[in-house]
């Protein structure tokens, strides 16, 4: 069970080794990275690649642990037997199975996706150490313990919005994602936009690439929003000398597509009002 990359995502050397030292070492796999760099599509593709059915766990900001193993509905129960419903006796008519748990009752091997950890509580990360450790848990409501049936292949996420807990980093094996250079975006672009004329792509690119570069700018554009902004290009059939920009015209055609909060346009917007000036 190797993992190697997808025809439709480019995994650069590094992240193969890391995805199949995850999968050996029977550890999750803690990728971090920029936000757009592909994280999630990863455990995707993982699991297209391994053949294996992917379990989706999107975790917010008020997510609990808790939610990922079960959750006991006591209030239905009590509605139930106010109403004398002959469920009522039953306790795990009362029981919602939770991400984990269906990831370990599963009857093959899993790939199981718990996506941007860090937006949770900080106690979320720790709360979890046992379950993704020895691969079972409790359920007091029936006095039952849940184990995995075959050991899940875990990926998780973080955009690294906050620091997790060294007791939990312990246990993964970690990999961040690199902003690609321009020889992997080429590639990846070309696996998104096909046939993507070269004199377009390489303008594109170099301009892309110098916005990134810009001192200043609040939110670097990602992968996700320069294989957006390509669509667009395409779609409007601008060609290199339409994208290419002077001083007095700093913003990038659609920029929209790049810049995505005020403070990024106005940067560029005074760019070009100096440049003016200059003249």
Known sequence: ???????????????????????????????????GTGKTELARQVAQALGLRLIEWNVKSTTRAQQGLYEYDAVSRLRDSQLGEERVHEVRNYIRRGKLWEAFDAPEKVVLLIDEIDKADIEFPNDLLQELDRMEFHVYETGETIRARHRPVIIITSNNEKELPDAFLRRCFFHYIRFPDAETMRRIVEVHHPGIKE?????????????????????????????????????????PEDLRRDGADALPK??????????????????????????
């Open 199 to 239: 004199a377009l792509l390489a303008t594109a690119l170099t301009q892309f690439y110098e916005i990134r570069e810009q001192p200043g700018l609040k939110k670097k554009p990602s992968t996700s929003e320069v294989l957006d902004w390509l669509k667009l290009i395409l779609a409007e059939d601008l060609s």
């Open 1 to 35: 069970m190797k993992f190697e990359g997808t025809d439709a995502y480019i995994a650069t050397g590094d992240l193969t080794v890391a995805v199949n030292a995850a999968v050996t070492l029977e550890r999750p796999l803690l990728v971090k990275g920029e936000p």
């Open 254 to 279: 659609l920029h929209g597509a790049l810049l995505k909060n005020e403070q990024d346009v106005h940067l560029f917007e005074r760019l070009a009002f100096l440049a003016r000036r200059q003249r």
